[in-house]
């Protein structure tokens, strides 16, 4: 069937349960062998592989089913839990998720972009003793052949031979229930194979049994056919032919012994192998799921039935919530629309305010109210928890302490703490840094730690707090702490602080390291210190209209705070005039604005410049910047604007030809102009209903 | 009147596209469940005229459920979405009162083969 319909949604489910299966396979890792974790992991495994089936996806197929096959012998106890098996399961999940990813990413035709594991998967089934048991080829020869492979038993009653049809499935269950249906019609005395084969699946197509009844041979041939899947039914002894020599049909026809010629694995491209094996290692560079298009939000009275539930976060109780699915297209383009709503909201309030009608004036502030209220339902509906990124990082942490020879005990606070969608695609990454920051540059070693009176498992804990109209993330270490002594004596180094300066306060210290490329690491390990930690998190947590703020006491340990605004999509900003035309720039990134004095310009090195109290600093002109022609003096006596921009450590002064008032203005991505003007970060409309460009402040050089 | 049915699975995946291929073929999907209590819940409820369901759920498997619905309404036609491998299960589930079985993955057309054979 054409199941590409469903990909996304099969996306969507097996990325829930690939971090189900992560979670509790850390939660077996540390715990002590309970049950819980391992029915767990085994119902995720199965339910990814029963889906994975049905789209076609034979790669993902095959590895759940030996996955599910191992665990059911760890459930089943046959197997210990121990560090080589620990491996082996997180190696697994990590290769499902990328056999996932592929099989819907759909490079490729299906069959030939596919990636099976060839190793991993014999190591799954040689994982202590193999007794994997694989389908059976159905019998040569087909239907047509006459040639009742099961001999006619020996007894009382009429015979009823029956042959199922080739591609049966679960034969052995579909024999059981023709016999079950015969019974019904009287006594069954004997089954040959007996029933205990027949429910093994030791047998090929055919099976008889001996029938004391009263009914036609019409009608039981009709009931056995009504039971399913009845290719042939014979009803009445064997004419000509003698049944091959009585033997017990089970040591005459000895099922194929399943390991030997169960058929080889399905033919494995190997440069996907390489692929695959490379995306594996890549350890250092765990990806983070990409937006999957959907998500769910609280439906407002929306019937109990058929409402899509989340996959309950580890461990919780499962509660009935009320869901739906809903495309994320659908919730930006309400975003957009409330947002321009917005915008015209503030329009009408000016021109009714200049229209003395007491009438008028009442229906707007309603209609005021309500859309206030309607933006901020809409803009919760966007909301999603942030366990949606968080749960990813138990893992993370897992492998990146273990790669650098730390312990630590890392624990995750504020899951149910909820971000705006988009701002939270955005966020991880960030916080990525952070983590690997502190588990290699903040927490010791542990025999280092035992040295200094601390315990020898470093402590790491990612927090999510809600704080006003603001969401604060915090990354707190017990680790050593900034070394400051370092941080001081390179920024002395490279002139950037004063040569007699001998202490630095969090916000100088939070400064340099935020530099661009300031990195003390004394070595760069494959996790971080290449120069792109703090400052990479700085610049993108200021891109999205953030701030950082960090606190470190010397060998005691580090915090590291994220400040975010709850969404992306409505921002204030500062209206500028370059000609006709008008620009937004979103306020959180103007410090000031000051009118163009000719004495605060100078010309230092060939660059204009702007003296600000003592600062100096780069000037750039919107009209310049936007290709229009220089201003013509004599034309407008009003003195140029210019707007203080700030980025991280950054900041310039930008040359308007006026602005024009504050507004709340709506973020709209747009493609036409992104090919070359890097310099805007969107488009707005505006209240009357000009379009206008956004400055992207963080392009500017 | 259509025919109305309840599609229990822990899959929302899994529980589309039964509902799908049932819905096309005309019948009336009038609840999902997504666990074994769940499903004997809505079973109480809905008294559907079919039930698709999943082996392995949460909470109470779909065997078990099977048993309390066969308990609730002996009549209860209840079709088992199992898969490969797990005939011992499917073997009990149609002990417990099941009345056939389908294997994933799923083809149309033998889930409503299936259907009318329990509803036959």
Redesign the interface.
Do not use: C, N
């Given at each position: 069937?054409d199941?590409s319909q469903?990909a996304e949604?099969?996306l969507t489910?097996s990325r829930e349960h690939l971090s189900v299966i992560n979670q509790w396979l850390l939660e077996l890792e540390r715990g002590t062998g309970a049950a819980e974790p391992v029915s767990a992991i085994?119902?995720s495994v199965?339910?990814v592989?029963?889906?994975s089936?049905?789209?076609?996806y034979t790669a993902v197929?095959e590895l759940t089913?030996e996955l599910?096959?191992l665990l059911d012998r760890v459930r089943r106890g046959e197997l210990a839990i121990g560090p080589e098996l620990m491996d082996l399961l997180f190696r697994s999940a990590d290769l499902l998720e990328v056999a996932i990813e592929r099989a819907v990413g759909g490079r490729g035709s299906r069959d030939g972009s596919e990636v099976s594991t060839p190793e991993l998967l014999q190591r799954l089934r040689a994982f202590g003793v193999a007794p994997a048991?694989a389908?059976r080829q159905p019998p040569p020869g087909g239907s047509a052949n006459d040639d009742w492979s099961a001999p006619a038993p020996v007894g009382s009653g009429v015979l009823v031979r029956v042959r199922l049809l080739p591609e049966t499935?679960?034969k052995?269950?579909r024999a059981?229930?023709i016999v079950?249906a015969a019974r019904r019609l009287g006594d069954v005395s004997v089954v040959s194979p007996p029933i205990s084969a027949l429910?093994?699946?030791q047998f090929e197509s055919d099976f008889a049994l001996r029938l004391a009844t009263t009914v036609s041979a019409d009608e039981i041939e009709r009931v056995v056919r009504?039971?399913?899947d009845v290719d042939l039914v014979r009803v009445g002894e064997d004419s000509a032919r003698t049944p091959a020599d009585g033997a017990d049909w089970a040591a005459s026809r000895p099922a194929p012994d399943s390991a030997a010629e169960a058929p080889a694995s399905r033919v494995i491209a190997e440069p996907a192998m390489a692929d695959l094996a490379l995306l594996a290692q890549q350890t250092g560079e765990f990806p983070i799921p990409a937006a999957t298009g959907e998500y769910r939000v609280p439906a407002i009275g929306s019937p109990a039935?058929?409402?899509?539930?989340a996959v309950a976060p580890l461990a919780t109780t499962?509660q009935?919530q009320r869901h739906v699915r809903i495309d994320l297209r659908r919730l930006d383009a309400l975003m957009n629309l409330i947002g321009e709503l917005v915008i015209t909201r503030g329009r009408l309030m000016q021109i009714a305010a200049g229209v003395d009608d007491p009438a008028l004036g009442e229906s707007v502030t309603q209609a005021s109210r309500l859309i206030g209220d309607l933006r901020d339902e809409i803009m919760t509906s966007r909301m999603v928890p942030v366990w949606q990124v968080f749960d990813r990082f138990p893992r993370l942490v897992r492998d990146a302490s273990r790669a650098l020879g730390k312990r630590i005990e890392f624990t995750i606070e504020g899951k149910d703490i909820e971000l705006d969608r988009s701002m939270l695609d955005e966020i991880g990454d960030p916080i990525v840094h952070l983590l690997r920051n502190a588990i290699d540059h903040g927490i010791e070693r542990p025999e280092a730690r035992v040295a200094v009176g601390k315990p020898a498992a470093g402590k790491l804990l990612l927090s999510a707090a809600r704080d006003r109209s603001a969401v604060m993330v915090r990354v707190t270490d017990d680790g050593r702490g900034v070394d400051r002594e370092r941080v001081l004596a390179k920024a002395r180094a490279t002139g950037l602080v004063d040569p007699a300066k001998t202490e630095l306060t969090d916000d100088e210290l939070l400064k340099l390291i935020a530099r661009p490329g300031f990195s003390t690491a004394e070595q760069v390990s494959a996790l971080s210190g290449r120069g792109v930690g703090i400052d990479a998190v700085y610049t993108r947590v200021r891109a999205l209209g953030g701030a950082v703020d960090i606190r470190s006491i010397s060998g005691q340990g580090t915090t590291v705070t994220v400040r975010l605004p709850l969404t992306l999509a409505i921002v204030r900003a500062l209206l500028a005039r370059a000609a006709d035309e008008v620009y937004a720039i979103p306020l959180t990134h103007v410090s000031e604005t000051v009118e163009l004095q000719p004495a605060l310009l100078r010309t230092l090195r060939g660059r204009e410049v702007l003296v600000l109290r003592e600062d100096v600093l780069p000037v750039l002109r919107l009209r310049d910047l936007v290709g229009l022609p220089p201003r013509t003096r004599a034309r407008d006596a009003r003195p140029e604007q210019v707007v203080i921009v700030e980025l991280a450590e950054r900041r310039a002064g930008v040359v308007v030809d006026e602005l024009a008032g504050q507004q709340e203005i709506v973020v709209k991505q747009y493609d036409g102009v992104k090919q070359g003007l890097t310099l805007f970060g969107g488009a707005t409309i505006l209240g009357d209903g000009s379009p206008a460009l956004i400055l992207d402040v963080s392009s500017l050089q | 009147m259509s025919q109305t049915v309840l599609v229990c699975d822990?899959?929302?995946?899994?529980r589309?596209?039964v509902g799908d291929i049932l819905a096309q073929a005309g019948f009336e999907?009038?609840?999902?469940a997504?666990?074994g209590v769940?499903a004997v819940e809505?079973y109480k409820q809905l008294r559907p005229d079919l039930v698709t369901m999943?082996i392995?759920?949460?909470?109470m498997g779909g065997i078990d459920a099977v048993r309390e619905i066969c308990k609730l309404d002996p009549q209860a036609k209840i079709l088992m979405c199992?898969?490969?491998?797990?005939?011992?299960l499917?073997?009990e589930a149609?002990q417990a009162g099941a009345k056939?079985?389908?294997?994933?993955?799923?083809?149309?057309s033998?889930v409503l083969?299936?259907v009318q054979?329990v509803l036959?």
């Open positions: 069937m199941a469903y949604l099969f489910e085994f119902r199965h339910t592989k029963g889906m089936a049905t789209m076609g197929a089913h599910e096959t048991a389908p499935p679960l052995g269950v059981f229930m079950q429910q093994a699946d009504g039971a399913g039935e058929g409402g899509a539930v499962v009935p | 822990d899959a929302i995946f899994m589309t596209m999907v009038v609840g999902e997504e666990t769940q809505k999943d392995v759920m949460p909470d199992s898969a490969m491998g797990q005939q011992a499917v073997v149609i056939d079985f389908v294997v994933k993955p799923f083809q149309p033998r083969e299936a054979r036959g």
